[in-house]
């Protein structure tokens, strides 16, 4: 107990400063904290954390303990505000909840964890906290959070929102990553009507009046698909025009981008020129497109745009029905030349499991997981994905994979 002790001590100045209402998660922070010079750990939680700021004393790392709280999203903005930007803050809770999870991050916190924590798991907080202020201090970046997986069609009816929705249930529920699939086609969009899913209400509203799209906007707005798939869609009527500000959509994905590791866009190719800003966020452009010369045109097209407005950004084109017999088409190597580039995947025509999967309202890996469609599909995810990374330690991120 000597370490504890001389913790609880801790001098006017401190790298870390801790407030926690237990005794066993204290000792397990002091331990944690053992290698950090003049780390503080007092009982307490928000109330003697804000005593302690008022003294004017900010440390670099400031953790919580927000268990038992009547409100603790208020009590963590009060703390926020107080600390300012001097400190980096790490929530402690016994709540596994995923709207106080949201709005912590919202609000500034770097993490929130669930107790019991281990002391692995702390240090692994510890360093991620650090991380991200030296990327602060480094200067200015793309803004933290999910990436971006924009899915265009080439032409209307090359296959973009299959694309979209299985790849998304694939990386949601075959991959395990918290994904969100967003279906700007507010008026002939399928991706909920694919999962026999009622659609969103508020989207088009939303995205008409921005300053309404918020936390808690997109927590009542998502259709919940499995375990890790949350769906955004809508089913507007035909005489609403699509003229929302781009900066609308900026915001929601930003919102998005807070809550989930994978955001997948289904983006009607129309509305591609006018969101120049989200397809230079996006890491992956999903380019879907058939065999036929007048695609072939439209594929140039679109692809011209990718290099001027995204030159970083990964595009992968993807062929659909690349081996139909029904539709008068070009040969794969005909296409790569008069495009001058490579097809990445080659999606097999399989009509009657598509058929199949749209009467049951069910995503094609559960129709028929080891069709050739399917399989492909998957190679698709893994195109995007990379290879597996570690996940340690048990961050609001992992436990939210378990719900």
């Known amino acids: 107990m000597r370490l504890l002790h001389k913790l609880l001590d801790g001098g006017e100045s401190t790298p870390l400063a801790a407030f926690v209402g237990d005794d066993v998660t204290r000792q397990t922070l002091a331990d944690a904290a053992s290698d950090k010079s003049g780390a503080m750990v007092r ?12 003294r004017g004393i900010i440390p670099k790392l400031l953790v919580v303990d927000l268990s038992g709280r009547d409100d603790p999203l208020a009590e963590a903005a009060a703390l926020k505000d107080a600390a300012g930007d001097g400190s980096r803050l790490i929530a402690l809770g016994q709540a596994n909840d995923v709207a106080l999870y949201r709005g912590l991050i919202r609000l500034g916190f770097v993490d929130y964890l669930v107790k019991p924590v281990s002391s692995d798991t702390l240090k692994a907080a510890f ?9 602060a201090s480094a200067g200015p970046t793309l803004p933290e959070g999910g990436r971006i997986v924009l899915v265009i069609g080439a032409r209307g009816g090359a296959g973009a929102s299959m694309v979209a929705t299985n790849a998304a249930w694939i990386m949601a529920e075959e991959l395990d990553r918290r994904s969100a699939l967003l279906d700007l086609d507010l008026q002939f969009g399928t991706s909920s009507l694919a999962l026999n899913l009622a659609p969103s209400r508020g989207l ?6 921005p300053d309404r799209i918020d936390q808690l906007f997109v927590a009542s707005a998502m259709m919940q698909e499995g375990r890790n798939l949350s769906i955004l869609s809508a089913e507007e009527a ?7 500000n781009p900066a609308a959509v900026e915001a929601l994905v930003g919102e998005l981008r807070r809550s ?4 997948w866009i289904d983006l009607p190719r129309n509305l591609a020129p006018s969101h120049g800003q989200l397809v230079a966020q996006a890491s992956h452009i999903l380019l879907v497109t058939e065999l036929n010369l007048p695609a072939m045109r439209d594929t140039l097209r679109l692809l011209t745009f990718f290099h001027d407005a995204a030159p970083a950004t990964k595009v992968l084109l993807i062929a659909n029905r690349a081996d139909s017999k029904s539709q008068a088409g070009v040969s794969r190597q005909e296409f790569e030349k008069a495009i001058d580039a490579k097809i990445d995947v080659l999606l097999p025509d399989e009509p009657q499991l598509m058929a199949k999967a749209a009467t049951v309202g069910r995503a094609l890996p559960e129709v028929a997981k080891k069709s050739r469609l399917v399989e492909q599909l998957r190679a698709i995810d893994r195109a995007v994905v990379g290879a597996p990374t570690a996940k340690g330690g048990a961050s609001m991120w992992r436990l939210l994979k378990k719900k």
Request: proline share 5%; glycine share 10%.
């Open 43 to 54: 009982p307490g939680g928000p109330r003697e954390a804000m005593d302690w700021l008022a």
């Open 127 to 135: 360093a991620a906290a650090g991380e991200g202020a030296a990327r």
């Open 204 to 209: 088009a509203e939303a995205l008409h009046n």
């Open 238 to 244: 035909l005489d609403r025009a699509a003229d929302w």
């Open 260 to 263: 989930y590791e994978w955001i």
